[in-house]
């Protein structure tokens, strides 16, 4: 039962163009959310988070949008650059419990 | 500089060989948690742990041990390998266990023959 759902295993976006990322939560209890990017040969780092008290988060060229009501969230990353090319976790956490992450997407910025 | 580092980075060995990846973190976290990441399954969380002396199964525990005698340290313990126990493994720390974010090792790949 997957509590974290990230539909699209793969994504590709010409440079400059937006990305947007989407995920998907069962889980009525999660009220935290994270995007994470992983390149290969390294962890994931951490690049933004948003509370389900709001319903967008802005982060220079990142934004996070939060649906609570349709218990979906996306990254937006605008303007697209090379460098973005890489793998992104959405994970989610609730009251004392760890984070559960999405199964990633592949990102590619073709030039 | 803040950071989790994990040891070795590769790995190959032999099933039933008893290993240990070492884990430590220099952020005074109270949370720290072992995950593996497969193709297709994203990241599973295998053990993690509260403080220390204490920790507690994640979603896939079997196969593996963890000790946490140090706030800094938490190993993971693999008493008998298998093949399907090949993957990438990463160490996150953390201030607390939920509502906050996680910074990860730059992660061990362990290949098991």
């Known amino acids: 039962d997957q509590q974290v759902k990230q539909n699209s295993p793969s994504l590709s976006v010409q440079e400059g163009r937006i990305s947007i990322l989407n995920c998907d939560y069962t889980n009525s209890m999660f009220d935290y959310f994270l995007w994470y990017k992983k390149y290969p040969a390294e962890g994931p780092t951490f690049l933004i988070s948003i509370s389900s008290i709001k319903d967008k988060n802005e982060d220079g060229r990142f934004t996070v949008f939060l649906n609570k009501s349709a218990k979906h969230l996306s990254l937006h990353i605008v303007p697209s650059q090379p460098g973005d090319s890489a793998v992104y976790f959405c994970?989610?956490?609730?009251?004392?419990?760890?984070?559960?992450f999405g199964k990633g997407t592949h990102l590619i910025i073709q030039p | 500089e803040a950071q989790v580092t994990q040891n070795p980075r590769y790995l190959i060995t032999v099933t039933g060989k008893k290993l240990t990846v070492t884990c430590s973190q220099n952020?005074?976290?109270?949370?720290m948690s072992w995950y593996r990441q497969d193709p297709g399954l994203g990241l599973r969380q295998i053990y993690y742990?509260?403080?220390?002396?204490?920790?507690d199964k994640g979603d896939v525990p079997e196969g593996y041990k963890v000790s946490r005698k140090e706030k800094r340290n938490f190993p993971l313990i693999l008493e008998s390998p298998s093949p399907n126990q090949t993957s990438l493994y990463f160490c996150?720390?953390?201030?607390?266990?939920?509502?906050?974010?996680?910074?990860f090792g730059q992660g061990t790949r362990l290949t098991v023959v």
């Open positions: 994970a989610a956490s609730g009251g004392a419990d760890g984070l559960t």
């Open positions: 996150a720390s953390s201030f607390s266990r939920g509502r906050t974010e996680a910074f």
């Open positions: 952020m005074n976290h109270e949370y």
């Open positions: 742990s509260m403080n220390v002396e204490v920790t």
